[in-house]
């Protein structure tokens, strides 16, 4: 049960749903609520003020603009494979969405509601990095767009501002190779750590999973990590701060990421 | 706030708290008690529905948000005819529970993951134990859950039913 009662909207146009959001400082957006409910449930947060934006129609399309592919913020897990761009262009994303929860949370949650929440053990958010995605939000006055990489900010923390809405995720489809690695403890849970790899030319660029704060994004020359593995592998935990819990060790955690690019390598010799 | 949900064929027009999760509607407003709360943190699946046609966790979800939505919670597989849901008699014919509890649950997600399988496909093990990763069962009898969804795959085949 959720103990604490809110204000429930369920506007109809991105406009009127905006409108809501600048009436109250205290409003949160919900797409499907596979997380935020239960975030709600545990009274680990409570709004005055729910602004649901399932109906609003604009959000739910996906298209083709010049390089990218264009994903409405409340598209579905479970819808992303009905799209014949996203499975022949992004096939990745597939294998991570369909991993995503269980079936049931996969009918209700959206991506950009996946993408908004900011999670360190977000697959999809690996994957947002890794194929250095972007994100398109609009507030009142505007719309603006950040990359994956400056959207995370911390733990649950993100770029996005409380007057603004995702209306979309764009990624570019100007990379190879792309790799999923991930190790998890039981059947619908989060990463103990993972690893989104995408190659953009002469340099591969890592989604990093479970492994600090927030999703991490490094990218590291092709050559440097065939030749110097070592080495290249110290930059990449520089800019990592795993936490050790009960289900593991920071050291671990470590070992499972060098096993991670060492599969890649093994995948994709030069 | 004002809601209208349809839950087995049968409209409820209502007045619900914003903070009311559907689970509790269907159980506490419409006063069908095969749904069931296990965990409340969106892991067991034993409150698992159909919402719209899609198996979804109803602790999960406000009855706000399901406001003109179409559900079928298990009561909803019985069609009065004195016949049970194909799901249903192949959970009893390879007793694919024991203590009952997440059978409810159990039984709504295989109808799911059955309707959502395209014509002429025909399920795997491991794809049957994934379609069911969304719902635990604490007395460990997986086995027999996973031969009742194989056998319901055959009953619906072989009778060529759709399920609803």
């Not at chain 2, 406000?62 to 249903?88: K, N």
């Not at chain 2, 395209?118 to 795997?124: I, K, P, R």
């Amino acid at each position: 049960m959720i103990l604490s009662e809110f204000t429930y909207k369920k506007p109809k146009s991105l406009e009127e749903a905006l409108d809501l959001l600048s009436d109250t400082d205290d409003s949160k957006i919900i797409a499907g609520g596979q997380s935020l409910i239960p975030l709600m449930k545990m009274g680990l947060t409570g709004f005055e003020q729910l602004v649901d934006i399932s109906q609003i129609t604009d959000l739910k399309s996906v298209k083709v603009v010049d390089d990218f592919v264009e994903i409405g913020s409340m598209v579905r897990h479970c819808d992303l494979e009905n799209y014949d761009v996203i499975v022949s262009r992004l096939p990745i994303l597939i294998k991570i969405a369909s991993q995503i929860g269980d079936p049931q949370v996969r009918h209700r949650g959206t991506i950009g509601g996946a993408i908004a929440h900011g999670d360190p053990a977000s697959d999809l958010a690996g994957c947002f990095v890794a194929l250095k995605g972007s994100v398109v939000l609009s507030n009142k006055k505007g719309i603006r767009e950040i990359s994956a990489n400056d959207f995370y900010k911390g733990f649950l923390e993100t770029g996005l501002n409380d007057d603004e809405i995702i209306v979309s995720i764009k990624f570019p489809l100007n990379f190879r190779d792309a790799e999923f690695f991930k190790v998890s403890k039981r059947a619908q849970d989060w990463a103990i750590s993972g690893l989104v790899t995408a190659k953009f030319k002469d340099e591969l660029n890592l989604g990093l999973i479970s492994m600090g704060s927030t999703t991490l994004g490094v990218s590291v020359r092709i050559s440097d990590l065939y030749d110097n593995f070592e080495s290249t592998f110290e930059s990449i935990e520089s800019v990592c701060s795993p936490t050790q819990d009960i289900y593991a060790t920071k050291n671990f955690r470590f070992h499972l990421l060098r096993v991670f690019l060492r599969g890649y390598m093994n995948k994709h010799p030069i | 706030m004002k809601v209208s949900i349809v839950i087995n064929q049968q409209r409820y027009d209502t007045e619900v708290a914003s903070n009311m999760l559907l689970v509790d509607f269907i159980r506490d407003v419409a006063k069908l008690k095969a749904t069931n709360v296990g965990c409340d943190t969106t892991t067991c699946g034993a409150c698992t529905i159909l919402l719209n046609g899609e198996s979804v966790k109803s602790c999960t979800i406000l009855a706000v948000q399901a406001d003109g939505a179409d559900i079928v919670t298990l009561e909803g597989l019985y069609t009065g005819d004195g016949t049970l849901h194909p799901v249903v008699q192949a959970f009893g014919r390879s007793h694919g529970l024991q203590c009952g509890f997440c059978t409810s649950g159990m039984v709504m997600a295989a109808v799911s993951l059955l309707s959502s399988v395209a014509d002429g496909q025909v399920l795997t093990e491991d794809e049957i134990r994934n379609g069911l990763e969304g719902n635990l069962c604490r007395c460990t009898g997986y086995q027999n859950i996973v031969n009742a969804v194989k056998l319901a795959q055959d009953l619906l085949i072989a009778g060529d039913n759709i399920i609803s």
